[in-house]
């Protein structure tokens, strides 16, 4: 089988998956960058050297062969290109497509009413419906948004970001996090509105206030870097946060490998959030907003971590808390969290489930996954999302 898997470019999140694929296909594998990364995301450290990923072709460099390869391919995994051409001469080919997309209408799904939108979306989506095309969800909202314009009926399924894995044991694990009475929290990623920084620090006079013994470990930089640390100083709490500044994605991790509780307090807008991911690797146990894509998909509230609705800061505090008041008897998602990642939601499985799939998909049938990647979507509105991991019907 040939598979060739074409998105904008190749970055740290998207490497694991490759080089599962990789390993499984060999030449046969190829990952299709269509443009360059832009100064933004390359300042964030997400560049890669291209010259060490032996499966990477540039559209921009080599435009006929990778149109070739394209053409040839047995399967094509689309992204997101900025290349529809490119997509559509696939599509009506009637050969063994997939696409992947977080969801189409983060800011609220009543932008699906605009005439101009539902022609494009109609363009790109809904038209080969019928086609030998399915749609991976990358989060949990995505199949309620394609549902809401009629693309993919049935051939949506669970998918998502696999980060780099780590494997310990449950002694490692433990012995790994630090040991000074304390819980230690972390929060990484932009210091921007959307991720709601500000959420940690009103959270850390509020623990203080209640006399709880912590540390809380922020990693990233960003327009709101400055106010936050301001903040702190007036509040007193310097002595219980450290700031990191940028941090390269390794360090990331080690940091919370040492950390009992990872928080992640993005909104509606955030698509998937890998560092949910990063977190359950390391053990954390994870106080997650449900509004966040890979929330539903990976956490099972009260087992493997915890979720709070509608980006509410109480919900989250009061969850905190609760953490602190009963510890010995909740740490124990930190490992079923781990557990989660290790078993299931990791490129090497994602890498073999997909294979699995799309050579049943050549055969003409769609089989779906038990659990996990390339399981059924379920079409949830975003409103109803929380009530369903509350009541286990997701």
């Known amino acids: 089988m040939t598979f060739t898997f074409v998105s904008n470019y190749i970055n740290h999140h998207q490497i694991p998956l490759c080089e599962a694929l990789y390993k499984m296909l060999g030449e046969n594998f190829t990952f299709i ?36 390869k394209l053409a040839e391919s047995d399967v094509v995994l689309f992204g997101w290109t900025e290349r529809e051409d490119i997509v559509a001469a696939r599509l009506q080919s009637g050969r063994t497509t997939l696409r992947v997309s977080e969801r189409l209408y983060r800011e609220g799904q009543w932008k699906a009413v605009s005439p101009r939108g539902l022609i494009a979306k109609y363009n790109e989506h809904v038209k080969y419906r019928r086609q030998n095309v399915c749609m991976l969800c990358a989060g949990a909202y995505t199949a309620s948004d394609f549902h809401l314009i009629g693309a993919y009926p049935d051939k949506m399924f669970r998918w998502g970001y696999f980060t780099a ?49 912590y540390h809380i470990h922020m990693l990233g930089d960003g327009e709101l870097e400055p106010s936050m640390k301001q903040e702190v100083t007036d509040l007193g709490l310097t002595g219980s946060f450290t700031f990191y500044g940028y941090t390269e994605p390794e360090k990331v991790r080690d940091v919370m490998e040492q950390c009992h509780i990872h928080l992640f307090t993005s909104n509606y807008l955030e698509g998937w959030g890998a560092v949910v991911n990063e977190g359950m690797n390391s053990g954390c146990v994870e106080v997650v907003n449900a509004q ?43 490992w079923a969290a781990y557990e989660t990642i290790r078993d299931m939601w990791n490129a090497e499985h994602a890498a073999k489930e997909l294979l699995r799939f799309v050579c049943d998909l050549q055969k003409g049938r769609i089989i779906a996954a038990e659990e996990g990647p390339l399981s059924n979507a379920p079409v949830i509105r975003p409103g109803k999302m929380y009530q369903s991991m509350m009541d286990g019907s997701l």
């Open 165 to 213: 894995l780590r494997k310990y044991d449950e002694t490692q694990l433990d012995a790994m996090k630090i040991q000074d009475g304390a819980l230690h929290i972390v929060w990484a990623g932009r210091f921007i509105p959307l991720k709601h920084p500000e959420y940690v620090v009103r959270l850390a006079k509020r623990l203080r206030d209640k006399g709880c013994r």
């Open 33 to 68: 960058q269509t443009m360059p990364m832009e100064e933004e995301r390359v300042a964030m450290g997400w560049s890669v050297d291209l010259k060490k990923l032996p499966y990477v072709l540039c559209l921009y460099e080599k435009e006929y062969e990778c149109l070739k």
């Open 292 to 334: 966040v894509g890979a929330a539903p998909y990976l956490i099972r509230h009260g087992e493997n971590g915890l979720v709070y609705p509608d980006g509410s800061y109480e919900k989250m505090e009061a969850l905190v808390e609760d953490l602190f008041a009963h510890w010995d008897d909740r740490k124990k998602m930190g």
